[in-house]
């Protein structure tokens, strides 16, 4: 089993940027990927980016430039660095590790 804990959300002024982080725990040696999805307000969950262990990454196609995936595998973290925000892009967002485990989410909204 996989814990996964996200942070770092929370209301910001369109224009402006949030870093995200999941912390993972337990059995984290089978983890090949990390990924973030977001769900907006009555929309489906939705692959933001990727992550893989050799340090591979994609992104959605629209986001590209604006949001950056990177991680710290000494403290078993992965982040999302967002900027120049939108206010499309509120919703909540989660991360994953490749399989059927999820954390609880965190909120970003982006509003003036």
């Known amino acids: 089993q996989v814990q996964l804990v996200e942070s770092g959300g929370g209301l910001v002024q369109p224009g402006g940027s949030l870093r995200l982080s999941c912390a993972a725990s337990g059995n984290i040696d089978r983890i090949y990927v990390m990924g973030w999805y977001r769900q907006a307000p009555g929309k489906q969950r939705e692959l933001v980016a990727r992550i893989t262990i050799g340090g591979s990454t994609n992104y959605k196609d629209s986001l590209k430039g604006r949001f950056t995936i990177f991680r710290d595998s000494a403290k078993n973290t992965v982040y999302l660095q967002m900027n120049n925000l939108e206010p499309e892009d509120t919703g909540v967002y989660y991360c994953?590790?490749?399989?059927?485990?999820w954390g609880r989410g965190t909120q970003v909204t982006v509003s003036s």
């Open positions: 994953n590790e490749g399989g059927t485990n």
